[in-house]
């Protein structure tokens, strides 16, 4: 009954590699966002995608990149974590941008050795 | 900037009581929704409602918004320990360019004390 999918759940990576988080959904929804979480703070968009329509978000950092082969898959790549990029990552979809409910995934906890 | 701004940060309660959370924002919106996000999952919808709605009700929860005060409110009745959870509100801004997205407020903090 999962409806949107996160892998891994936990992701530990060194300092300076690059690293990929997944999100698939079995929703059909047409826009896929990528938030980050830091602990005790409100989700930040990173980008969003509608269809193959591209969002980025004015503050996101160039580190922070992001594909969506198909409707069903999109993926999150971070260049060059630094520290700073340890938090929780939330992929979340919905039918349409405006005036719709999102449907998250659990999150992929990123650590950063 | 940060849109909305939950009140409290932190609330614990006993089982069984009834647990108020507030929500303010800025700007005018279209639709403001809530969440809920127990500690390190994903967050779940509870509630939306829309810019000329001034009152929502689902199971055990009520929501209220007076645009005139850009304020909302998240009532939780009879609460249940399953109900410990942070609690977040999501407000769509009025945009020309139809493209707006939800910007989430800092939430709250529920411990319900069994």
């Known amino acids: 009954d999962a409806m949107v999918i996160q892998n891994p759940r936990y992701q530990v990576t060194q300092f300076g590699k690059p690293v990929t988080l997944s999100c698939s959904q079995t929703?059909?929804?047409?826009?896929m966002y990528w938030y980050q979480q830091k602990s005790s703070q409100a989700p930040k968009l990173l980008f969003h995608?509608?269809?193959?329509?591209?969002?980025n978000e004015a503050d996101t950092p160039d580190n922070f990149q992001s594909r969506r082969p198909n409707t069903s898959f999109c993926f999150l790549d971070i260049r060059s974590p630094g520290l700073g990029d340890a938090a929780m990552y939330l992929c979340a979809t919905s039918r349409t941008v405006t005036g719709a409910v999102q449907y998250f995934g659990p999150g992929t906890r990123l650590t950063v050795t | 900037s940060q849109q909305g701004e939950e009140d409290p940060q932190a609330l614990s309660i006993q089982e069984g009581e009834n647990a108020t959370m507030n929500c303010s924002y800025k700007?005018?919106?279209?639709?403001l929704q809530w969440y809920r996000q127990n500690s390190g999952r994903g967050l779940v919808h509870l509630i939306l409602i829309r810019s000329n709605e001034r009152e929502k009700h689902s199971g055990r929860l009520r929501v209220t918004l007076d645009t005139s005060k850009k304020s909302s409110s998240l009532l939780i009745t009879a609460s249940r320990a399953a109900d410990t959870a942070s609690y977040f509100c999501?407000?769509?801004?009025?945009?020309?360019?139809?493209?707006?997205?939800?910007?989430f407020g800092t939430g709250t903090r529920l411990t319900i004390i069994p």
């Open positions: 929703l059909n929804h047409n826009v």
């Open positions: 700007t005018s919106i279209n639709n």
């Open positions: 999501a407000t769509e801004r009025l945009s020309n360019f139809g493209n707006e997205k939800l910007t």
């Open positions: 995608y509608y269809d193959k329509d591209f969002n």
